[in-house]
C-alpha cells in the first residue's frame, strides 16, 4: 500500500531563514513518481515538482531545491532565503506508476508560515 | 495555457439535498479525478475516471456519490443526499495518457449545513 508521512506539522521561520520539509514515503512498486504541491490561503493546488523513481538526481528551481534519496524513502524540499509569500500548506505526494491514470495518495501536509 | 476549471467555486446546501459539482477538464486528457479535502486536513483520492467508467474508487466514495462524463468535455460529482460531513473542498483533476502530472482545477468549496 502507498503511504506519504510528512512528520512535521507546522513549520515558523522568520523572513530569508532556510526551511526545510521533510517527506517519507512507502511503497512497494519500483516505479513511482512523487510529487510536491503548494496550497496557498486561496486554496487551489499548485503543482511544484514531480519526480521519478529512476531519477535521483537532486534538482533546484530559483530558491527551491529537492533532495530525493531512494535508500530511507525520502523526498525532501528545501526554501531557500524564504519570503512571506512562501507562507503556505506544502504537500507531497505519491503515484504508484504500475499503469497511467493511477491516483496520487497525498501525505497530511506542512503548513508553513514565514514571518517577516 | 489550458486549465481545469471547476464550477461554483462555493456551494452552499442542506443536509439532505442533493448537489451536482461540475468540471471541464483540459481538451485531449483521457484520465479524470475527483478529490476531496476537508478542511484543515489532507487532500484524500475518491474516484478515477477512464474510458467512460469508474477506474478506481475508495472507501469515502459510497453509494452516495456519482460522477459521470455526460457530454464529451463535463465531468461530474453528484452527492445526492448531502450530509454534513460532506462539507469540503473538493478538487477535480485531469491527466493526459503519457504524462504523469495531474492538472488539478482551483476547487469548489462545498458547505453542508
Known amino acids: 500500500a502507498q503511504k506519504v508521512t510528512q512528520a512535521q506539522t507546522e513549520i515558523s521561520v522568520v523572513e530569508k531563514e532556510d526551511v526545510t520539509l521533510d517527506c517519507v514515503y512507502e511503497t512497494r512498486d519500483t516505479t513511482y513518481y512523487l510529487f510536491w504541491y503548494k496550497q496557498p490561503p486561496s486554496g487551489e493546488l499548485v503543482f511544484l515538482i514531480r519526480?521519478?523513481?529512476?531519477?535521483?538526481q537532486n534538482e533546484i528551481s530559483g530558491r527551491y531545491s529537492w533532495n530525493f534519496q531512494k535508500s530511507t524513502s525520502s523526498f525532501n524540499f528545501t526554501i531557500t532565503a524564504s519570503q512571506v509569500v512562501d507562507s503556505a500548506v506544502y504537500f507531497c505526494?505519491?503515484?504508484?506508476?504500475?499503469?497511467?491514470?493511477?491516483?496520487?495518495?497525498f501525505g497530511a501536509g506542512t503548513i508553513l508560515r514565514v514571518k517577516s | 495555457e489550458p486549465e481545469v476549471t471547476q464550477t461554483p467555486s462555493h456551494q452552499v446546501t442542506q443536509m439532505g439535498q442533493e448537489v451536482i459539482l461540475r468540471c471541464v477538464p483540459i481538451s485531449n486528457h483521457l484520465y479524470f479525478y475527483w478529490y476531496r479535502q476537508i478542511l484543515g486536513q489532507k487532500v484524500e483520492f475518491l474516484v478515477s475516471f477512464y474510458n467512460n467508467e469508474i477506474s478506481e474508487k475508495s472507501e469515502i466514495f459510497d453509494d452516495q456519490f456519482s460522477v459521470e462524463r455526460p457530454d464529451g468535455s463535463n465531468f461530474t460529482l453528484k452527492i445526492r443526499s448531502t450530509k454534513l460531513e460532506d462539507s469540503a473542498m473538493y478538487f477535480c483533476?485531469?491527466?493526459?495518457?503519457?504524462?504523469?502530472?495531474?492538472?488539478f482545477g482551483q476547487g469548489t468549496r462545498l458547505t453542508v449545513v
Open positions: 519526480r521519478n523513481s529512476f531519477d535521483e
Open positions: 483533476a485531469s491527466l493526459h495518457r503519457g504524462n504523469t502530472e495531474a492538472f
Open positions: 505526494a505519491l503515484s504508484e506508476a504500475v499503469e497511467y491514470g493511477n491516483k496520487l495518495v
